[in-house]
């Protein structure tokens, strides 16, 4: 049986946020022993801040990979530039994700543009492959699932799962502890949930803590982080999400031969 794992995350990397990431992952590393997180890198954040030309986050970003982070392509502009169909999608996109949802309204085949435009550029500055890809707000529409498939990324994961879009095998369950810097409400009703899961969630196998740069900017948001990987880290173990497919294998292994 294998151990129960943490798997932690930082969101939004990029050269906007550059500052605040920098003080996500000493704060994560410390929790965690390390720099065993995964790091979202959104590759023209707002298209404002192109990762492409810059020299000097290139070598923040091969340091990182080079120290153990794991590092997903997390969209292409991650905002929401598109005219959606419906009013249902188009409230979805504009209440539910304040325009954030990238690939909620993409269809396949841009969809898979962007996928790909992003693996190849965070690939070639990294020189390895990316752990996988997470959508912006971890929304999907139905062109971003299927071209998911197509580009063949090892893992993907949306709020309540983990899975493997080449078979679609869920490899983890269960929701995402995170926090939301971007109104008194949600701070508060992210502390609560938080406070919440810490101790509800605890009995997981595997459980995901997503920070976001804006949590820096938010004292009460920072203790909550501290609390929440205090508590998890005494039945948790920081784990990678690799580690999720190592197990698939395993157990594959044992199925065909035990
Ligand atoms: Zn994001």
């Known amino acids: 049986m294998s151990e129960k794992r943490l798997l932690a995350s930082i969101h939004d990397v ?3 946020h550059a500052d605040a990431v920098d003080r996500l992952a000493d ?4 929790h965690l022993g390390g720099p065993r997180f995964a790091m979202l890198v959104v590759p023209d954040h707002w298209g404002q801040a192109p990762i492409a030309e810059d020299k000097t986050f290139h070598r923040r970003m091969r340091a990182w990979h080079a120290s153990g982070a794991e590092i997903f392509v997390h969209g ?56 996988g890809f997470v959508a912006p ?9 299927a071209a998911l ?37 949600r701070i508060a009703s992210s502390l609560a949930f938080s406070a919440l899961a810490r101790h509800a969630l605890a009995g997981m196998g595997v459980i995901r803590v997503a920070v976001h740069p804006g949590d820096v ?19 948790h173990q920081a784990g990678r999400y690799a580690d999720l497919l190592f197990d698939r294998d395993r157990k594959k292994y044992a199925t065909h031969c035990g």
């Open 14 to 16: 990029g050269p906007l």
């Open 217 to 235: 900017t938010v004292p009460s948001l920072l203790t909550s982080i501290d609390r929440t990987f205090e508590r998890l880290l005494q039945s």
């Open 76 to 131: 292409w502009y991650h905002q929401d530039r598109s005219h959606h169909a419906g009013a249902i999608a188009a409230i979805k996109a504009r209440h539910m994700t304040a325009g954030e949802g990238e690939f909620l309204g993409l269809d396949r085949e841009e969809a898979r543009r962007r996928m790909i435009a992003g693996r190849t550029l965070i690939e070639d500055i990294i020189g390895a492959p990316v752990a």
């Open 149 to 185: 498939a197509d580009v063949g990324f090892v893992l993907a994961e949306d709020h309540m799962r983990v899975w493997a879009p080449d078979s679609g095998a869920v490899l983890a369950r269960g929701p995402v502890i995170t926090w939301a810097s971007r109104s008194r409400a």
């Open 27 to 30: 704060r994560l590393s410390h």
């Open 137 to 145: 707000a971890w929304l999907y529409g139905p062109g971003a699932r």
